[in-house]
C-alpha cells in the first residue's frame, strides 16, 4: 500500500518556530528506507547501495526478512540508491529495469524508496509493458483512489450531517477520525485485543465521545446562543486542543496496528491489493448505504432532514431537534472513528492523520454539497480518485494540490456541489 | 530551576521578533476579521509568498534587497486579488475552508521537490538577509542592561519590526476613522444594506483584504530577515490559527488589539514553557517528560483560544457588539 497520502507537517513548522531556531529542524529520524515484495512475498539479502549526489558512499545495507531495509542518514538532500541487481533472486526483475533511484531525503522523515519488482518475464510481456503498464498503473491507481474515496467518504459523512442540522462547520472533526484511529490502536496494541473486537470498541467508543462532545459542549455552546462563526473558531481550538493531547499520549512517531499490517497482496486483473483493502471497502460502502437509508427511510433520519431544512419549524411539529442532533453526533463521532480505523488500516497511525485528510474532506463535502449524505459519498469519490489517478501525470508530493484546486473551482463554478440545494450557498 | 533565564526570555518576549511577526500577521487578519468580517484562513500564505519572495529575488536570482521587498509585496497583492476574486462572493464558512485550502497549495508548492530549484523543497532558501544587514545603523556589539540585551543584529530587526509594527496601526487607524473605514465596518455589519446604499461591496472587500495581506505580509518579511531563511511549513495553517487566537485574545477591531494580544500571547507561552521545562528539568513535575512540554503550549493554546470565544469573544479591549461572529 501506498505511503500517507499527504505528509503535511505543519507542526514541524509551528515547532521550529516556537523553538525559534530555524536551524534546529534536524530531528534523529529521518533516512530512507524501503520494502521489496515480488507478487507480495517478502524478498530479503538484496544489496541496497546508498550514496550521496556526488557518489560519495553513505552505506550498504541488504533487505531482512521481511523484505525491508533502512539507512538512517543525518543530512537532508539528494542521495543515489542503487539496487544490486545481482542480489536479486535469479526469477526476479526491476520494473522498468532502472536499478537507480535519486530519492531527497526531508528533515525529520523517513522517504520510502521504490523498487518495484516483477518476475522475470519472457519476451512477450516485456514486449507489452509499454503500453499495458499505463492502464495498469491507471487502473491500480482508480482501485486506491475509491479506496481512499471511501475512508474519506465516512469521515465527510459525519461531518456534513453535522454541519446540516446544526450549522457547525467542524475543523475538529479531522482530530474525531484520529481519535478513532488512537483508540483502535490502544485496544490493539497495548491492551492487546485482536483488532476487530478493538475497532468495534473504538467506534462505540467514538460514538459515545461524540454523544458527549454535544451534550457537554457544543449543545451547551447552542444554548448560550454561541453564533456559528464563533463556534467555527472554537471547533479550531478544540481541533489544536486534542491534536496536541494526542501528542503527549501518542508520541510523534508512526505506527500501525498489530494485525493486518503486512498483509500478502493478491493479484486481480490489474490490480493488486492486500485483501484487507477489499474487506474494509465493502465496511466503509456497508455502513455509508445504511447510513444513507436510515436518513431516507427511518423515522429519525426524516428528523433529522426537517432539523437541517428548518429547526424551528421542525420543532414546533413536535420534533425534539435536540435528540436528533445528539443522535447526528452521536453517528457522527462512530463513523469519523470508523474512517480513522479504516484510514489507520490502509496506511499508518499518527497523530495528524487526521489532521492531513481534513482538508480533503471539506473538499469531498464542498464538493458533494454542505448537509447531503450521498453528496457526501459521491464527492468524496471524486475527491478519492482525483488524487490518486493524478499521480500519473503529477508528483504524488503534489497529488493533493489538485483537490484543493478542485475545491475551489468548485466553489467558483457550483458552490452548492453536485448534490447540494441552490439555498445553502452564500 | 533557572529563574534568570526564565524571567528574561519571557520580558524579551514581550518585545520579542515572534512577537513582531505574529502582531503583523494580526493587524493584518483585523483588517480583515475584525474591520471587515472576512474569515480569511490562508493569512500563513500572504506571509509565505513575501518571505518566499524577498528569499528567491536575491538568493536565487542575485538581486538587490529592495527589489526582493517589492517582489514580495507585489506578491502578497497578487496572491490577495487571485484568491478574492473566486472566495469574497462566498459565505463566511467557504470563505474560510477555501482559503484554507488556498493556503496549503501554496505551503504544498513551496515545499515540492518539483520546484526545489526554486524554492529550495523542505529546507527553504537561506542567505538572502544581508542586503538588510548592511543596512544597519548600529556597529557590531550588544546593547542593553545585563540580561536585557540583544545583539546589534537583532536590535537591528526589533527596531525596523517596530517601526512596521507602528506605522501598520497608525494607518489602521487613520483608515478605520475614514469613511471608507466606516464602509468596511458597515459591511462587517449588513452587507446588503451596504449595497442598497450603491457601494460595491466586493471591491471594498478586495482592498481589504489586498491591505491586510499586505501589512500580514511584513510579517514573512521579518521572519525572514531576523532567521536570515524562510522555510515552507513555518507558513503552515497553525501559523494562522496562532495570528487569529492573538487577534481575539487582544481585542479584534481594535487598532492596538492585535499588538497588545501578540505581546501577552508570546509572554504567556514563553513563560508557561520556561516554568514547564524548568521544572521537569529540577525534578518538580514527574509525569511529564521534556519533549512532551511542547505540546503542552498547543494545548493551552486551543483551550484559550475555546475559553475565549466562550467566555470572553470581545477579547480585552473589544466592544461585544462589533465581532463578527454570528452567522450571516
Sequence with gaps: MRRAVIAFTAFLGGLIFLLAVPAQAAAPDQGLRGSLKLQGQPVNGVKIVVTTESGQPVKEVTSNAQGTWEVPITDTGKYKVTLDVKTLPPNAEIRGGNAVRTPTVFSGNMSTVLFALQPKGGGGAAADTGTSSFWTQAAQLTFEGINLGLIIALAALGLSLIYGTTGLTNFAHGELVTLGALLAYLFNVTFGLHLIPAAIIAVIVGGMLGYLQDRLFWGQLRRRGTGTIAMMIISIGVALFLRYVFLIFFGGQTESFSQYTAQPGVQIGPISAAPKNFVAMGIELAVLIIVGIALLRTRTGKAARAVADNPALAASSGINVDRVIRIIWTTGGAIAALAGVMLGLSQNLKYTMGQDILLLIFAGVTLGGLGTAFGALVGSLVVGLFIQVSTLWVPPELKSLGALAVLIIVLLVRPQGILGRRERIG | ?328
Excluded at chain 2, 490559527?241 to 481594535?254: P, W
Excluded at chain 2, 521534556?290 to 475559553?307: E, K, S, T, W, Y
Design chain 2, 1 to 328: 530551576m533557572d529563574w534568570i533565564t526564565i524571567i528574561s526570555t519571557t520580558v524579551k518576549a514581550a518585545i520579542g521578533v515572534e512577537t513582531v511577526l505574529y502582531a503583523l500577521a494580526a493587524i493584518g487578519i483585523n483588517i480583515h476579521f475584525g474591520y471587515t468580517g472576512l474569515l480569511n484562513f490562508g493569512q500563513a500564505a500572504f506571509m509565505g509568498v513575501a518571505g518566499y519572495g524577498l528569499a528567491v529575488t536575491v538568493a536565487v536570482m542575485g538581486l538587490p534587497f529592495w527589489l526582493g521587498i517589492i517582489v514580495g509585496l507585489a506578491a502578497a497583492v497578487v496572491l490577495a486579488i487571485v484568491l478574492g476574486i473566486p472566495t469574497l462572493r462566498l459565505r463566511a464558512d467557504y470563505l474560510a475552508i477555501v482559503t484554507i485550502a488556498a493556503a496549503e497549495i501554496v505551503r504544498l508548492i513551496f515545499r515540492s521537490v518539483a520546484f526545489k530549484d526554486i524554492f529550495g523543497g523542505s529546507d527553504g532558501q537561506r542567505g538572502f538577509s544581508d542586503g538588510f544587514y548592511a543596512l544597519n545603523p548600529f556597529p557590531e556589539g550588544t546593547y542593553g542592561i545585563g540580561w536585557f540585551s540583544f545583539n546589534h543584529r537583532l536590535l537591528w530587526v526589533l527596531l525596523v519590526g517596530w517601526i512596521l509594527v507602528g506605522i501598520s496601526c497608525g494607518i489602521v487607524y487613520l483608515l478605520m476613522k475614514s469613511p471608507w473605514g466606516r464602509v468596511l465596518k458597515a459591511i462587517r455589519e449588513d452587507e446588503d444594506a451596504v449595497r442598497s446604499l450603491g457601494k460595491n461591496v466586493f471591491s471594498y472587500k478586495m482592498q481589504s483584504l489586498i491591505l491586510g495581506g499586505v501589512i500580514g505580509c511584513l510579517g514573512g518579511f521579518v521572519y525572514g530577515l531576523a532567521f536570515a531563511s524562510v522555510q515552507p511549513d513555518i507558513f503552515g495553517t497553525e501559523t494562522t490559527f496562532f495570528a487569529y487566537t492573538i487577534v481575539i485574545l487582544g481585542g479584534a477591531a481594535r487598532v492596538f488589539g492585535p499588538v497588545v494580544g501578540s505581546m501577552i500571547f508570546w509572554v504567556l507561552l514563553v513563560l508557561v514553557n520556561g516554568l514547564l521545562s524548568g521544572a521537569v528539568e529540577s525534578g518538580i513535575i514527574t509525569f511529564m517528560s521534556p519533549v512532551q512540554v511542547g505540546p503542552v503550549r498547543f494545548i493551552l493554546v486551543g483551550l484559550g483560544l475555546i475559553l475565549l470565544l466562550v467566555y470572553r469573544p470581545q477579547g480585552i479591549f473589544g466592544d461585544k457588539r462589533e465581532i463578527a461572529i454570528d452567522a450571516r
